[in-house]
């Protein structure tokens, strides 16, 4: 059967992961490398995140490195796996998301898919998101279309949770298209506010935040930004949801403790992940989470308690590894690329029509 090969580089810039999977009529994966973002180059993307001089130099050398390291990683699978580049039909490459403005016109994402392709032997697939906000859509999220090929049921009616950086969800339901949106920040603030507090890169099983009391007010300040008010499609990014959007609420508020602020955080993930499920899809059985959060167990735990007719469950409960559907999709995604399946969903990101996504670099 084919292989692929997915390079995911999220919102929380914590690294890139790398996975190999095989796809005919299924999806299996065969094998997994993560890679650790270098500090420097975590630095320069963030940077990126908003204008400062010399944007389009500092761009460009940003995607050289980023290229390079996920070439890094991509030849120490093939090593590990003992398979020829020749082996893989394509990599399917999502880059660093550095601007997402859908509302503009334009999602950027960088990665140099040429000189992935230079530097590896092998046909990339990039540039996922253009098509599909050319066609008047969100450009995101685009892994619904996966977790319906992956976990749909003719039986019960499931929502795919994925908590990165920022939470969206994938709502399936029986015999109906799959719907979907950004639900708002997952881990983005958390793992800011700890950083800044503690110097870590994130709060360990929602330790820190378990420490903490939920400030009401504060909780009610945050939750009030329009973006909690709309309904899907809808999508959002490090341009809305950053520190200084969270210290801008706070200056209107007396003080509060550090480990209160951070309790709060988690709780808005929770509240705003629950809520806005529970207005689009009037009864879920079962929410499987995926991504980083999936690993928070105090954030787990927060979902079950304001979902007590839900079953939640990681996806590793069904065989599917949490940390590895987002590469998964993006190997999965090249597929449909090659295959000139449409891979969008206008019932998820609102375009105009189903499109074929992505741009192709020969090998």
């Keep these: 059967m084919p292989l692929y090969l997915g390079v995911m ?7 890139l992961d790398i996975a190999l999977i095989e796809h005919d009529q299924h999806t299996r994966l065969l094998g997994t490398h993560y890679l650790p973002m270098p ?28 290229a390079q390291l996920a070439a890094q990683g991509i030849n120490d699978l093939l090593t590990q796996h003992q398979l020829p580049a020749e082996s893989i039909r394509a990599i399917g490459s999502h880059g660093q998301t550095v601007r997402h403005e859908p509302a503009r016109g334009f999602s950027i994402q960088i990665s ?5 392709a230079e530097l590896t032997g092998i046909s990339v697939v990039s540039d996922f998101r253009r098509r599909d906000v050319a066609a008047g859509g969100q450009g995101a999220p685009l892994v ?7 976990f749909a049921s003719p039986n019960s009616t499931r929502a795919i949770l994925n908590i990165g950086g920022f939470s969206n969800l994938s709502l399936l339901e029986p015999e109906q298209a799959v719907h979907g949106f950004d639900c708002g920040p997952g881990n983005v603030l958390l793992d800011a506010w700890i950083h800044r507090h503690q110097g870590l890169a994130y709060d360990k099983d929602g330790q820190w ?34 520190l200084i959007w969270l210290d801008q609420q706070l200056l209107a508020l007396p003080p509060f403790s550090a480990a209160d602020v951070q309790a709060t955080l988690l709780e808005l993930t929770a509240i705003s992940i629950t809520e806005s499920l529970k207005l689009a899809q009037q009864s879920t059985d079962m929410l499987l989470v995926c991504g980083g959060g999936a690993h928070n167990h105090t954030l787990m735990q927060r979902l079950a308690q304001l979902l007590p007719q839900c079953q939640v469950s990681s996806t590793d409960e069904l065989g599917v ?17 090659l295959e000139g399946i449409p891979a969008n969903r206008p019932s998820v990101t609102g375009a105009k029509g189903l499109r074929v996504l992505g741009a192709i670099y020969p090998a």
Aim: a negative charge; glycine letters at 6%.
């Design 144 to 150: 619904p279309a996966f977790h319906q090929a992956l």
């Design 321 to 337: 590894p949490a940390d590895w559907i987002e590469a998964m999709a993006f190997a999965w995604l090249a597929h449909c690329c």
């Design 209 to 242: 935040a378990a420490e903490g009391q939920v400030q009401p007010q504060l909780l009610q300040t945050l939750l009030s930004d329009p973006y909690f008010q709309t309904q899907g499609p809808k999508s959002t990014g490090r341009e809305l949801f950053n």
């Design 39 to 66: 500090d420097e180059l975590r630095s320069t993307l963030l940077s990126l995140c908003a204008s400062g001089p010399d944007e389009l130099a500092r761009a460009a050398i940003a995607e050289q490195q980023w």
């Design 9 to 15: 580089s999220g919102t929380s810039l914590d690294g």
């Design 112 to 116: 140099n898919a040429a000189l992935l």
